[in-house]
């Protein structure tokens, strides 16, 4: 994990940020200031657990400001079930941020840094506001973009295991070449619909963990799916022993599709997606890397701009006869965003001049805020 | 806004008396306003006529014997049941759009997100209008149901070609017609509308024909003149007084010992698409028009008559043995030769005239959309159009549609419906 | 009058003519069955796309019998999906379009797509001449193909589709004027209903507890119309329309006018309205 420089140009376009987010490391100066007092409950996650570790908060639009009071970059998350509502990524140790979160009555966990880690509660209580969120608007008009997206998820869905098989069959095979090829190419369907397939959180955890997040890092036995392949076909340069690796993850993603085909979708859920993703890229993966060991970001970005983009697409949809100029920012932005990893093809991402990422993130950062403006225009609540 | 220098003068006028239009001035302004019919006004209606009904119940169906207002629609079906309870839905579903129809009121509201309930045609509130709606079963409707052949009506066949015939599939026959007649064409179309809209499970179209009769002022004397038909000739002069109840018994009404007991009290229907060649009639010269149907073009009287002479007069056959005032091969002479034995050939005509436009070859699709009422099919109108064949008037017309039906007895009251009698003897049997 | 009004209104009622109410907003249960459909599309022009090709390959390499063998069976993807198809009113005339749609009919220029070559090949018997058109179908079906995918669907015209596909056939079908040439009607009609079936089964769920009066009458319609198509079933496909006997015509004429009319509500039952 490389720890770019600081840049001043993080000031300009951080500095007034509401929404302050802690990088995994001193790449994020900006943000080390006085934590917000704004929000409604301040939750410290450290080695172990989260501080209180059972939380009461009344229904509507929450926000949580996290503190990690511990040695390691962790992520903070809300899970209903199996679904993630929320989540904060890559909270640098002694870093804090903050995360607003529209919340129904109901009883929710905390994932508390390492995945190990005991889960906290979260008992969300009826309120008038929560009541009000749930009542308005009409869906009439989500109808045809949510539909659209089901679709996508389904088509995509089937398209990661399709892509996975072939992968595990060129590591029955003992292909180095053709797994590694083949490896690149099943990434790209479950990039695509990571802003929602990352909110199946016992999936996630075993389809995309990052050697970072686990106490035992690559040997830990929890490191299994895209990454544990990474790291045996570009680190190890071997086929050898990713045999059953490939197969637990051709059938995680073959539940991961089921799930993504069942998916209830909502209006919240659709608006919530795209910025939430782009934030994550712009905040993880754009800074940091992902592919440590393949260096192939720029590839795993382009997919993963593509589902933004699908997103942000049938948003605009519903926007247009809304706010037309709105509508036309989420066109400008997104063909920025699209145009700038389109730019920094081919790049081993550790040989990627840290501005470069920088400039990257700031656009994707600039498309999350545009996003973050539809909410109160085409939002339910 | 050049174009329409009328409608800028009217809209500064309205503006004018908006702006400063106050005390004396305005009523009188107003008035005029009311006054001068725009273009885009709705023509006038008349309430009184738009509340005339005629009773739906009683022992015969409407649309026989009573007035015939201006416009008529002839619709022809195809039944599409699987059962008798089949056919008696359907039937019971027409009875109830008819009396609904016929009688007028409010349509249902729906959901405005549902297609709404009524075409609209006649808005909120459908006006009886004087809207008759007759219902008569072909041959076909017999013969489909098993329990229901035995009951056919005796006379009741499917119409075979005449000599002078050029009959067209598409416009011929079906199992059952819907007569359709009222004050406005508006108010029957409404109810085609409704009755193809409420029925579709059960009725198939096979054709329809739309026609009007001219609306005439009342001679001097009172009386109403018979109404003109498109070769400009008076129809219907010679019609049996569909008032006198005890002719209507005779002439019109089925009740012959050897018909079903079912049928007693309905009525044969011939309905005859008969094209006019209006526009060869239209070349040919006055005398030889009237010479073809036996009649003066301008009065209706018959030839025989004297200047004075109206069409209520009847001619003097006996007088004219061979045909020097009225021609023997005339139409009115053929059709009745005013003989004892003529009387019993008697049928009730009501008639409307039609026009649809163009046909290929550039003539006008015009015509005589004829109807005629009988107790007696075979002695009726099978008689006078077998008496009628060859005559000089051929030259002009060409029956080319229709259909020979029944039409059953009336609905008695709100528990019955249309065909009960029948439905009720093929149960029985 | 009013009483003869409200007599008749409940006996309208009683026979299910005038039934139902309206959804007072869609639900999100939609966008399942809405998502499904897209998915029956998809597979449905990906279909076409392939089936198109071998019969404008059999037309360009002068094979009559194959192509003529080609021509129903490639249609009838084309044919379940017209509510969708039919958005794009570019491709509807060029791939879709009957002679009777132009001025100088099968002479005239525009006149191109499935009828033109059904025109050919069974009028003509031959495959001449074909070749342009056959190239200009294929491109228009691609084209077709990715504007679909492309597309996110408007729920209304689902659900809609229902219905309209009913008075598709209703309209221009039932008379035997859609494929003259060739006289494969048939396969036509089960396409239509088997597009229209289907948008109806993904939506039954939604509909079936509220209103099972409404199921089980468009249920029973939608089995007699399988009925008598059942009685002209050849191989695969069908029999020539000209077997279709006038009884069956007028079955099936009141079924798919029935059916248009329940059908039509599925917009306002599912608060699309």
Known sequence: MSNPPSRGIYLAILGAAVLAVAGGAAFWTASRQKPQTSADQIVTVDARS????????????????????????????????????????????????????????????MTCGLLTNPRGTLTVTASDEATAAASEVTLKKFLGPLSEYRVYLVMQGNQAVKAAEK????????????????????????????PLAYRFSDLENVIDPSAAYLAGREQDPGFTGYHRIEYGLFAQNSTEGLAPVADRLVADLGTLAERLKAAPLDPALLLALPGAMARQLAE???????????????????????GIAKLTGLLRQVVASVDPKLDAELGTEMQAATDAVAALQGQDWSQVPAEQRQKLAADFTRLAETLDRLQPIIGMN | MTGCPFITDRRRLLMGLGLGAIGTLAPAAQAREAAQPNVDDAPHGHAETAAQSVPFHGPHQAGIVTPRPANGIVAAFDVVAASLDD???????????????????????????????????????????????????????????????????????????????????????????????????????????????????????????????????PAPDGSTPSARNFLGFRDGSANPDANDAEMMGRVVWTAAPDEPAWAHGG?????????????????????????????????????????????????????????????????????????????????????????????????????????????????????VQNLLNGEPLEEYIKPVGGGYFFAPPGVAGPEDYLGSGLIDAARRA | MIGTYLKTTGLALALGGWAGMAAADPSLDLVGPLADYKIYVAENTAQLVADAEAFTTAIKAGDLDKAK???????????????????????????????????????????????????????????????????????DIHTLNERINGLTFPP?????????????????????????????????????????????????????KQDPEFVAKVDGNFAAVDAVLAKYKEGDGYVSYEKLTDADRNLLSSKVNTLAEDLSTLRGKLGLG
């Open chain 1, 50 to 109: 989260c501080q209180p570790n059972a939380i009461t908060v009344p229904g509507g639009r929450r926000s949580f400001e996290i503190v990690n009071a511990s040695d390691r970059p962790i992520e903070w998350e809300i899970v209903d079930g199996v679904m993630v509502v929320a989540e904060r990524e890559n909270i640098a140790p002694g870093f804090h941020a903050t995360l607003a979160v529209q919340l129904a009555p109901g009883s929710y966990e």
């Open chain 1, 284 to 306: 993880a993966q754009i800074p940091e890397g992902e592919n440590s060991y393949a260096g192939n970001d720029a590839r795993d970005l382009t997919a993963a701009t593509e």
């Open chain 3, 156 to 208: 209304e015209v689902v659900v809609g589709g229902a219905a309209a596909l009913m008075e598709e056939v209703a309209a221009t079908k039932i008379s035997g004027e859609e494929d003259r040439y060739s006289r494969t009607d048939l396969w036509d009609f089960d396409a239509n209903f088997a597009g229209s079936q289907k948008i109806y089964d993904l939506l039954k769920p939604l509909i079936a």
């Open chain 2, 87 to 217: 056919v008696e839905t359907m039937l019971r579903l027409l009875t109830e759009r008819a009396a609904f129809l016929t009688q007028g009121g409010a349509v249902p509201e729906r959901d405005p997100r549902l297609p709404p309930a009524d075409s609209g045609l006649l808005g909120p509130v459908v006006a009886p209008d004087n809207q008759t709606i007759t219902l008569a079963l072909g041959d076909s409707f017999f013969e489909a149901q098993p329990a229901l052949k035995p009951l056919k009506p005796a006379r009741l066949q499917r119409m075979v070609q005449f000599p002078n015939d050029a009959l067209e599939a598409d416009i011929c026959h079906g199992d059952i017609v819907l007569q359709f007649c009222a004050n406005l064409q508006d108010s029957n179309i409404h109810a085609l509308r409704d009755i193809v809209k409420n029925l579709s499970e059960y009725l198939v179209l096979r054709w329809v024909y739309e026609g009007s009769v001219p609306p005439v002022p």
């Open chain 2, 267 to 383: 009525s044969y229907q011939a309905v005859r698409i008969i094209r006019n060649f209006v526009e060869r009639w239209d070349r040919t010269p006055l005398r030889e028009q009237e010479r073809i149907f036996g009649r003066a073009k301008n009065s209706g009287a018959p030839l025989d008559g004297g200047p004075k002479a109206t069409e209520r007069d009847v001619p003097d056959y006996a007088a004219d043995p061979d045909g020097a005032k009225t021609a023997m091969n005339s139409h009115i002479r053929l059709a009745n030769p005013r003989t004892p034995d003529a009387d019993k050939h008697l049928i009730l005509r009501r008639p409307f005239n039609y026009a649809r436009g163009a046909m290929k070859n550039g003539h006008l699709d015009q015509g005589l959309l004829f109807i005629a009422w009988q107790a007696d099919l075979q002695q009726g109108f099978i008689a």
């Open chain 3, 69 to 139: 063998a080609l021509f129903a069976p490639t249609r009838t993807s084309y044919e379940k999906i017209e509510p969708i198809a039919e958005l794009f009113s570019d491709l509807d005339v060029s791939i879709d379009a009957r002679a009777d749609d132009f001025e100088k009919a099968e002479a005239d220029e525009a006149f191109t797509g499935f009828h033109r070559l059904e025109y050919g090949l069974w009028e003509k018997g031959s495959t001449e001449g074909l070749a342009p058109f056959a190239d200009r179908l294929m491109a």
């Open chain 1, 167 to 194: 992968l595990r069959d060129a590591i029955d095979a003992g292909d180095l070449p053709a797994a590694r090829a083949a490896w690149a190419e099943a990434r790209l369907p479950y990039r695509r619909v990571e």
